[in-house]
């Protein structure tokens, strides 16, 4: 079946412009995660969802990022006014439930200039 | 929170070689994973491995959850395996999985 799948793969940005990112889960995986891989903190946790509640948002690195979940599927993470910072790959995954097996997405290049 | 230390960070070998990779975990677990990050930056599962030993092919990895360990075993390695291991572990909290800093296995033909 059908994986993880991600959109946009790369996304450049201007210091300052909002960004939305779009993670797919696997049908049917109830838990849906992002982290963001960077070459200076390697790979972190951002956000945790069950359903299109999001009981652990405790990664999220400041109030400028934000995500929502839909329907029980797609998920949106939107950083406003972006800064260099931010620069970075986010990565999805999805699991049947929590602490079940995960599976990832390819992942969003964010560049910001 | 759970912390991940892998060893060696990086590992080189020539092909047709085995290896042994080694992940320390500091608290209980109810989810560890090992995954290898190919040179596209595609994390690809390997093994979902709480406790206990599966083989894969060429593969196989144990982990002792009282001793807090995991070991990914390859054998016969090709340059395929090229790229990044990684063992994130997760503990009671809402099973996000925690990242160690990997190892870069470079395989030679």
């Known amino acids: 079946g059908a994986g993880v799948s991600q959109s946009p793969s790369n996304k450049v940005t201007e210091k300052g412009k909002d960004v939305e990112l779009r993670c797919d889960p696997i049908s049917g995986h109830t838990a849906l995660y992002w982290y963001r891989q960077s070459l200076g903190q390697g790979l972190e946790f951002l956000i945790y969802?069950?359903?299109?509640?999001?009981?652990?948002k405790s990664g999220l690195p400041s109030d400028r990022f934000s995500a929502e979940r839909t329907g029980g599927s797609v998920s949106t993470l939107t950083i406003q006014r972006t800064q260099q910072e931010d620069s970075a790959v986010y990565l999805c995954?999805?699991?049947?439930?929590?602490?079940?097996?995960?599976?990832f997405g390819p992942g969003t290049r964010l560049t910001v200039l | 929170g759970i912390q991940v230390e892998q060893s060696p960070p990086d590992l080189i070998l020539q092909e047709g070689a085995n290896s042994t990779l080694r992940c320390n975990f500091s608290?209980?677990?109810?989810?560890l994973q090992w995954f290898h990050q190919n040179p596209w930056g595609q994390l690809i599962n390997l093994f979902y491995?709480?406790?206990g030993t599966k083989q894969n092919g060429r593969l196989s990895a144990t982990t002792v959850a009282t001793e807090r360990y995991s070991l990914l075993y390859i054998s016969s390695s090709q340059t395929t395996d090229s790229g990044v291991y990684f063992c994130?572990?997760?503990?009671?909290?809402?099973?996000?999985?925690?990242f160690g800093q990997g190892t870069i296995l470079t395989v030679h033909p």
């Open positions: 969802f069950q359903g299109n509640s999001a009981p652990d």
């Open positions: 994130p572990a997760g503990g009671t909290s809402y099973g996000k999985l925690t």
């Open positions: 995954a999805s699991s049947l439930q929590f602490a079940a097996e995960q599976f």
């Open positions: 608290d209980s677990v109810n989810n």
């Open positions: 491995i709480p406790s």
